[in-house]
């Protein structure tokens, strides 16, 4: 018996951290340095430079209020990281020097040394640059509606005798966005991390009506008496989930998947 436990034991651990590992978030298209570790994570500053899109184009109030979302989500998921939020680096800088960083992050992706001189000037100790850009933003409408029939008692049932029909009717809008993370290390002038994720959030109205069957009607039912009597149109739609509210999912996914504390 003691044989067999021992057998068990390390079965029952590595299902548990496969399990474990596959609760994070995916990223795709990952590039991650050698050096950038939990041990340089956790001794080092954080820059946040902000968040930019190539959907379309924020002006730089947006670009900070997103870093800022970006910068308290790690806080909150990464409490052990030491952040200097956007609205710093910008009070510690020139427009003119933030603005080129972001502009040319968006129409990049890339950061090179030329670009950080003024951050690094700013904060001398601080090792990351952190930045986001937006590069999927795509709202979408769904109409679902399916029929029941209902029997007016226990016995029409029995009988299979339906007099009534049940439509139930879900108006749901999408919201599906995707953005890079990118992490520079300033003092090596290198790309530290990189990485892709994707979220989606859906709204939906939901609605139930029942009405009563009309053999004469029966075909055009749905089609034409329902969804005047439901009002079945654009309007009816929720509200698209904000920005912010995917944004948050995302930086949600890489605050997750930034290195962790060895296991002891």
Sequence with gaps: ?????????????????????????P???VQ???????AA??????????????TEHL????????????????????PELMLIRPGLLLKKTDNESFTRLLDGYRLTGVISEHDV????????????????????????????ENETDVPDSEE??????????????????????GATLTIYDLHQHLLAWSGYVSQTVTNSNDSSHTFNKDRRWQEELIDSVVDGLIGLDEEEYPE?????????????????????????
């Design 156 to 177: 029409d049932r029995r009988k299979g005798e339906f007099e009534q029909v049940r439509v139930d009717v879900s108006l749901t809008t999408t919201r599906q966005m």
């Design 1 to 25: 018996m003691q044989e067999g436990e021992c057998v068990k034991k390390p079965l029952l651990i590595l299902i548990v951290m496969m399990t474990l590992s596959a609760c994070k978030t």
């Design 240 to 264: 698209a989930p904000s920005q912010t509210e995917v944004l948050e999912a995302i930086f949600e996914g890489f605050a997750e998947n930034m290195p962790t504390s060895p296991k002891k």
């Design 117 to 144: 001189d003024h951050v690094r000037r700013a904060f001398p100790a601080a090792r990351y640059l952190l930045l986001s850009r937006i590069e999927m933003d795509h709202v979408s409408q769904l109409h679902d």
């Design 59 to 78: 002006d730089d109030i947006t670009r900070i209020r997103f870093g800022d979302l970006l910068a308290r989500v790690f806080s909150e998921e990464r």
């Design 32 to 38: 991650h340095d050698p050096s950038f570790t939990y």
């Design 41 to 54: 994570v956790a001794q080092s500053h954080f820059v946040v430079g902000g968040v930019v899109a190539t």
């Design 27 to 29: 990223v795709v298209d």
